[in-house]
């Protein structure tokens, strides 16, 4: 039997989550750059008792919170999403419990037993997101299918999205009808994949 990928995708408003960091060394700013990358916007804070100085400047740059400490239970209060980073497995083990227990979500960086979601590849064109996972098995595989995308998707995707939502909104009547007439205006983008591939 072919393993499969059971995750399910979703895309959040980091701007109205809260979302820690534990740790400060290369991984935690890897997280950080990927995270600003994505949503400038998100909410961020960190705890470590030491941070890099490109993690500073960003930091800076996204006003990201600093917390100069050690991880403690108490950290993870008002926080929605978490990522541990830590280099002392224990301590990584330990968020994962605490997170358990409080019902937060957690990603225990390299170490998929211990993640309740994945931060995989993605590209972001204007409006247009795509994020791709490997189900934990592979962040290199994700980085090229990213790589990939990023210059398949042309760069005007957004300028369509954009002319595409304004011709929603003036399509006139059911939400039925609508979805009808979105779908055969649509169709031409993948009709023109299929030729392309022949």
């Known amino acids: 039997m072919v ?20 740790g400060g060394g290369s991984v935690a700013h890897e997280k950080l ?7 400038p916007d998100a909410n961020i804070t960190m705890v470590s008792p030491f941070f890099k100085v490109e993690t500073k400047v960003l930091a800076k740059k996204y006003n990201v919170e600093l917390v100069a ?3 403690q239970e108490k950290h993870l209060k008002g926080k929605h999403i978490v990522v541990a980073t830590t280099n002392i497995p ?5 968020v994962f419990q605490d997170c358990r227990k409080l019902d ?3 990603n225990v960086a390299d170490n998929p037993p211990y ?19 490997t189900n934990g098995k592979s962040p290199t595989t994700a980085k090229r299918l990213r790589q ?21 909104k003036s399509i006139k009547g059911n939400f039925e009808a609508k979805v009808d007439r979105m779908n055969e205006v649509t169709k031409v983008l993948v009709d023109t994949a299929d030729e392309n591939q022949e």
């Not at 979703?10 to 701007?15: E, G, M, W």
């Not at 993640?115 to 996972?133: E, L, Q, R």
């Not at 990023?150 to 999205?161: R, Y």
């Open 90 to 94: 224990e301590v990584n083990i330990q």
């Open 115 to 133: 993640c309740d979601f994945y931060m995989g590849g993605i590209v972001t064109k204007g409006n247009v997101k795509v994020a791709i996972s």
């Open 69 to 71: 400490d050690t991880y």
């Open 33 to 39: 750059t990927f995270l600003t990358k994505s949503s």
């Open 104 to 106: 937060k979500l957690v």
């Open 3 to 22: 393993e499969r990928n059971n995750l399910y995708p979703i895309f959040l408003k980091t701007s109205e989550l809260s979302i820690l960091i534990i």
């Open 148 to 168: 990939f995308f990023e210059d398949v998707i042309p760069d005007n995707i957004d300028q369509m999205v954009q002319s595409l939502n304004m011709y929603r």
